[in-house]
């Protein structure tokens, strides 16, 4: 728990990411080590988690103190760097589980948003004023599409184990009689996590922590274009929508009148913060020699806390999209603020063969000014005319989430069970590179 982090504190992802969680990550390491090397039953390891703390100031890390109260079947043949960047992927693991859970019932809830507000004729807004009639359908269905590309990214993020010894040739592990060592014990000791199987050992070569940061700043920077939408078009001004109503939420130390849009503004925090603590994750590839000084070392606090802000924010954000309301009405009124400018892109295209198309511009531009627009068929005025492909554009958004969703389910439901449970196949990392070439593969098709 921590004052100054509303975003996660009490929300679910909070209890994953403790010093306790990341602790009980690494005695699961180690047993599932013990399990791939001799089939060593599991141990229930009892450590006082502040002592850890202060005892890391001595060796740079926390693992040298944890290691020397082990049993002696544990941490045969391993480095430091071995047992907590496995546990780190366990942590991630667990917490983009939740992250992924949420964004689907976010895409669900835009989903109905979309299809639901196909008609609900809104102004369109650029560089922050009146453009062109749209729909607030068409709003929800872009935030969907950006919810799926995040969906899809956290689904495929590939989170391997780590095995390589103390420079990364494995030596030690070869040096224990009776135990599996070498090559031959990545795939078992991988397996016994339900990570992914790695080809190489990792420890300067932080393609799975950097992927990570991508993924959740991804995911929050989605999160973010809705939660910054919302608190724009919830403006006394505008009020086109509104945050779900709970006693006490959006309330003012000052001001008793205001209602604040609290939901989004803890989602914007966290859009925010996440990628100058993924910059960090980013300048931490640059590592030297076999196992590095400070690069390392300097990964941990800024991915905890991005899987703190991306779980807080995804959870904040299904309440957010669930209970949001809209007020055509609202929107109808503000479409009426601008009168015939809001059509005026539509009525240059009708003047244009009479006029040309210069002529027609500064017709319309005097009119917008003055107020007096020519004499046009009274259909070319009408904002609810002049939506394009509103309506179909809607449908894509709506028919890609469907579609991928099934998709989606159907070839990795499998993996995605054994990756709930530490003790699991590699089916679940595996399927999920392959599902990354699909999605590259589909958004290059798509031309994004």
Known sequence: ????????AGMPVASLATDEAWLAAMVD??????????????????????ELAVLARDAANPVVAFAARLPPHLHRGSTSQDILDSAAMLVTR????????????????????????????????????????????????????LVQDA?????????????????????????????LGGVDLIEPFARELGLAVPTLPWHTLRTPIVDTGSVLQFVTGALGKIAV???????TEIGEVS??????????????????????????????????????????????????????????EPLRESLRLTGGATHTAVELVEGLVVHPDRMAANLALTGPAIVSERLAAALTPALGKAKAKDVLATAARTGTYPD?????????EYLGAADALVTRAVERWSTRQTDHRGRGAA?????????????????????????????????G
């Open 1 to 8: 728990m921590s004052l100054l982090s509303p975003v996660w």
């Open 243 to 300: 945050e779900p109503v709970k006693p006490g939420r959006g309330a003012s130390s000052a001001m008793p009148q205001k209602r604040n849009p609290t939901l989004s503004t803890l989602v914007l925090t966290a859009a925010r913060q996440v990628p100058a603590l993924v910059l960090v994750l980013a300048q931490s590839m640059i590592a030297e020699d076999d196992r590095p000084a400070g690069a390392w070392h300097a990964e941990w």
């Open 229 to 235: 939408d919302v608190i724009t078009l919830s403006r």
């Open 94 to 145: 667990r917490v983009v589980d939740l992250i992924t859970a949420d964004l689907e019932r976010i895409g669900e809830a835009l989903a109905v948003l979309a299809d639901r507000h196909r008609e609900s004729v809104m102004p369109g807004r650029t560089l922050g004023q009146h453009a062109v009639p749209t729909t607030f359908g068409l709003r929800a269905a872009g935030w969907l599409d």
């Open 415 to 447: 993996g995605r069970r054994a990756g709930d449970h530490d003790r699991a196949g590699g089916g679940d990392q595996t399927d999920l590179r392959q599902q990354a070439r699909a999605v590259q593969t589909d958004r290059g098709g798509r031309g």
């Open 376 to 384: 046009v068929p009274p259909h070319l005025l009408d904002p609810a």
């Open 29 to 50: 390491v180690e047993n599932a080590l013990a399990r791939a090397q001799s089939g060593a039953d599991p141990v229930t390891v009892d450590m006082d988690v502040r």
């Open 151 to 179: 969906w899809e990214r956290a689904r495929a993020l590939v989170l391997p184990a780590q095995l390589g010894g103390a420079a990364g040739t494995l030596a030690a592990y070869a040096e224990h009689p009776g135990l």
